[in-house]
């Protein structure tokens, strides 16, 4: 028997709009754009940090998030978690990687580095936050989610487009760090890094 913490329903139902194994495309439908929960408890059940995460003093990042345990990196965008004994795969919000896993598609230019990057950053068995943003899943039925790392803060979706591992994919009304990534690549761009270095076709996106 899988043991729930006390208020998981609400939790699950605040974070991921449902919980359980998402359906596949052939059935996914796009999610109502419910506004995101507030960064207060809900109910005396909910867990307070059950929110998106919030520029702290100095802009740094402050995660605030549903605790969730990372099982395997699908590619640099794409990673399946446990979260209250559900397993999830989770989109990255913001960002896109190189393809390595698309049908039909050859695997792209630093797809396998992009992937192996978020490897080191977030390995197997890694405690994670996510969070998400106005709207909680794709048409895949994938949860949309900004990632933590549990023991220092990192925000991942962030240090993947810092590192030059990825591209701006900015898709209303999840716009929240829309600024934030727009920078982070540009900076990346500008300075070679990763695939804008290594790629002949990359130029950079303010997409």
């Not at 408890?41 to 995660?63: I, N, Q």
């Not at 919000?93 to 978020?118: R, S």
């Not at 240090?159 to 982070?184: K, S």
Request: glycine share 10%; with cysteine; hydrophobic share 40%.
């Amino acid at each position: 028997m899988i043991h729930r913490p006390p208020g998981w329903a609400v939790a699950c139902a605040l974070l991921l709009g449902a919980c359980g194994r998402p359906p596949g495309p052939e059935q996914a439908t796009p999610l109502s754009s419910e506004p995101a929960p507030a960064a207060r408890s809900v109910t005396d059940e909910a867990p307070e940090d059950v929110a998106l995460p919030l520029p702290g003093p100095g802009g740094k990042l402050m995660p605030q998030g549903y605790p969730a345990t990372l099982q395997r990196v699908v590619d640099g965008d794409t990673v399946v978690i446990d979260i209250a004994g559900d397993e999830e795969t989770v989109r990255l919000i913001g960002i896109d990687t190189p393809e390595t896993h698309k049908p039909n598609t050859p695997v792209e230019c630093f797809g396998p580095e992009a992937t192996e990057a978020l490897r080191e950053l977030i390995p197997e068995g890694t405690a994670l936050l996510v969070s998400r943003d106005t709207e909680s899943r794709d048409v895949y039925g994938r949860l949309l989610a900004y990632v933590f790392r549990a023991e220092d803060g990192l925000f991942v979706n962030l240090e993947i487009a810092e590192r030059g591992y990825a591209d701006v994919l900015v898709i209303p009304p999840n716009t929240t760090f829309a600024a934030q990534f727009r920078a982070a690549v540009a900076r990346a761009s500008g300075q070679g890094l990763g695939l804008w270095g290594a790629c002949p076709t990359a130029s950079g996106s303010s997409s």
